[in-house]
T-cell receptor
Framework: AQTVTQSQPEMSVQEAETVTLSCTYD???????LFWYKQPPSRQMILVIR??????QNATENRFSVNFQKAAKSFSLKISDSQLGDAAMYFC???????????FGAGTRLTVKP | DSGVTQTPKHLITATGQRVTLRCSPR?????VYWYQQSLDQGLQFLIQ???????AKGNILERFSAQQFPDLHSELNLSSLELGDSALYFC??????????????FGPGTRLTVL
């Protein structure tokens, strides 16, 4: 079974600084998708960024970017110029191209200090 | 705001009871997904419907069932409730292609407390 591991239960960053959240996954597939979701105190799940495994170029969305290392099965999220509103739980997720399931990591709680 | 709505926001009930959670997807989305988030199990995929038909089934208990109606809203029915069913239940929707790997937009969730 595919597993997603987020080894950092909690992270902290100073406002305006950069932080990287780690995610590793286990799979024998070559085609799959990876996601980062943000869950703020409001508890809603918000898609932050998405990466297709067949794409070598790392996905970016404004201040959010990923470092996708397919061979290492690593998918880290970098948040630049951190803002107070970035404080939330961040979940890494994996989904195969032709599978009916989506697997989530346990989450990383990010605190942003003013 | 993702465009996905869920009602009710909070639900408190007793063991053995049955409840229904409701979800309205984003306008134009044909796929609806249900997830359960609990402290001990984390976030788990339950089931997916696409245009009224069951498309994928995850870790859903037999006491739970769901359906998607012609207007595309979906309901998740939880019966014979146990204390361990207390959790946050999310609904998500995705674009009309119906592929599971489409970007999913999550609703705000329904907090279920079983006493």
């Amino acid at each position: 079974a595919q597993t997603v591991t987020q080894s950092q239960p909690e992270m902290s960053v100073q406002e305006a600084e950069t932080v990287t959240l780690s995610c590793t996954y286990d799979t024998s597939e070559s085609d799959y998708y990876l996601f980062w979701y943000k869950q703020p105190p409001s508890r809603q799940m918000i898609l932050v960024i998405r990466q297709e495994a067949y794409k070598q170029q790392n996905a970016t969305e404004n201040r959010f970017s990923v470092n996708f290392q397919k061979a290492a099965k690593s998918f880290s999220l970098k948040i630049s110029d951190s803002q107070l509103g970035d404080a939330a739980m961040y979940f890494c997720a994996y989904s195969e191209y032709n599978n009916n399931d989506m697997r989530f990591g346990a989450g990383t709680r990010l605190t942003v200090k003013p | 705001d993702s465009g996905v709505t869920q009602t009710p926001k909070h639900l408190i009930t007793a063991t053995g009871q049955r409840v229904t959670l409701r979800c309205s997807p984003r306008s134009g989305d044909l796929s609806v997904y249900w997830y359960q988030q609990s402290l001990d199990q984390g976030l788990q995929f339950l089931i997916q419907y696409y245009n009224g038909e069951e498309r994928a089934k995850g870790n859903i208990l037999e006491r739970f069932s769901a359906q998607q109606f012609p207007d595309l809203h979906s309901e998740l029915n939880l019966s014979s409730l146990e204390l361990g069913d207390s959790a946050l239940y999310f609904c998500a929707s995705s674009e009309t292609s119906g592929r599971f790997t489409d970007t999913q937009y999550f609703g705000p969730g329904t907090r279920l407390t079983v006493l």
